[in-house]
């Protein structure tokens, strides 16, 4: 075994009282690095919790990547595109692509006896993934959605109602529950009703899904455009990997849409991304990061700080021994390598607290949603957190070298002992 080593092993090992000034070092030390390596993984847990919550919900009812008629980027109107099973198929031919749903948009109003309210009508067909509709649902049963006539023949009405899915929101502003009957009220050429039966009530806490959007059948909303056969707004794409979308959508254009691609109906595609037909959302989560970078600075200059404090008062109690291992021939470099050495088992000890301490933290909040939010502010009713086993080791070695770094400085302080003044220390 190196001497370094043997020598700072025996050091941190030992159980001497009569060091009343470097025990309290060593343990403010170690509870620096524990601290700061807890709030670190806190805090890396917390802002993978908000981003990859708050970017499912958005994906949830946008999908990662939209096909649409290029005409109905940035404006209001209806532009619809025919998407037939021959371009649904090569839609999902697309390296990257793992899922394509068509969907159709309306506007209408929905309206009660006491109240109504402005909405858009979502139809979406068989084929939707509806596995984040069913995570948000807070009454009720998500129906079978249809892209053909789902009465069968019989004509709407209250006794034949529509399926529909609405948000917490708009069941408290128009009083309704689910298995209640609600009319909506679609103005065009001509005003027209149409009777639905709530079948479900979600709730995301996303202010602008929460707020305006009903999910119907795709068959509903094409018959209220006035829409027939495969026409419908467009299509909604997920991608296997959201690390790769922009690499997916760049495929999507240079392969399929390149050079004004267009449908049977001699309508223009193009393509939105989830980051294009959400900016702000993206940029919200964005700035984070930056947030992120500047705890995990404050907290690695924190262990850095108590770190150096401690190896100071412990060099300086260790005066005696420094000058008895240069009497005996001891070079400067090996006092100095044990000093690092056993400000390494501090840290290690600290480091081992902090994932104790920071770990406990991320699964007490995980189980029981102890530190709840205001969904109205943040878009989540408790604070989300994600574990990340591969960061939590990166920063763990980043904690470790980044402070045995800064050690390195005051550890030369061993160059100035003096072996026949250090005898006479103290």
């Keep these: 075994m190196r001497l370094p080593l043997y020598l700072a092993r025996h050091i941190y ?7 009343k000034v470097s025990r309290p070092a060593i343990r403010i030390a170690t509870l620096g690095v524990a601290i700061g390596l807890a709030v670190m993984i806190v805090t890396v847990a917390v802002v993978l919790g908000f981003k990859h919550t708050i970017r499912d919900k958005v994906v949830g009812f946008g999908s990662h990547i939209q096909v649409l008629n290029v005409r109905s980027i940035g404006t209001e109107g209806a532009f619809p595109v025919c998407m037939n099973d021959s371009l649904v198929q090569q839609l999902k031919a697309i390296p990257g692509v793992s899922h394509v749903e068509r969907f159709a948009m309306t506007q209408g109003i929905l309206k009660t006896d006491q109240d109504f309210l402005g909405v858009m009508f979502k139809g979406i067909g068989p084929e939707y993934d509806t596995s984040f509709l069913s995570e948000c ?3 009720g049963a998500l129906p079978q959605f249809h892209d053909t006539n789902p009465l069968q023949g019989e004509a709407n009405s209250r006794e034949h109602p529509y399926s529909l899915v609405i948000s917490q929101t708009m069941a408290d ?3 309704l529950h689910a298995g209640d009957i609600v009319f909506a009220y679609y103005i ?16 995301t806490n996303m202010k602008r899904f929460d707020d305006l959007f009903c999910i119907t059948d795709l068959y509903v909303a094409r018959q209220r455009n006035s829409w027939r056969g495969d026409l419908c707004s467009g299509a909604e794409l997920l991608v296997s990997d959201f690390d790769r979308l922009a690499d997916t959508d760049r495929l999507l254009v240079d392969n399929f849409l390149d050079r004004g691609r267009l449908d049977s109906q001699g309508n223009t595609l193009t393509s939105l991304t989830i980051h294009q037909a959400y900016p702000t959302v993206f940029q919200w989560l964005d700035l984070l990061d930056i947030n992120v970078w500047i705890i995990l600075a404050l907290m ?12 100071l008062i412990i060099i300086l109690e260790r005066t005696q021994m420094i000058g008895v291992l240069k009497a005996l ?17 501090i840290i290690g000890r600290g480091l081992l607290w902090g994932n104790i301490l920071g770990i406990g933290i991320v699964l007490l909040q ?16 408790e604070a989300p957190m994600e574990l990340n086993i591969p960061l939590i080791l ?20 061993v160059s100035r002992i003096h072996p026949a003044r250090s005898m006479r220390y103290e």
């Design 300 to 311: 690695v200059a924190l262990a850095g700080f108590t770190m150096i404090s401690g190896l």
């Design 188 to 203: 065009g050429q001509k005003v027209s009703r149409i009777a639905y039966r709530v079948s479900a009530v979600y709730q």
């Design 13 to 19: 090992g030992q159980n001497d009282d009569r060091r």
């Design 329 to 345: 021939g001891a070079r400067n470099d090996t006092i100095r390598s044990t000093f690092l050495w056993f400000a390494v088992f």
């Design 137 to 139: 649902l807070v009454e």
């Design 173 to 175: 502003k128009l009083h």
């Design 366 to 381: 995980k189980f029981t949603g102890l530190v709840r939010l205001d969904p109205q502010t943040y878009y989540v009713s």
């Design 394 to 413: 990166l920063l763990n070695v980043a904690t470790l070298i980044i402070s045995v770094l800064v050690l390195v400085g005051p550890s030369y302080l």
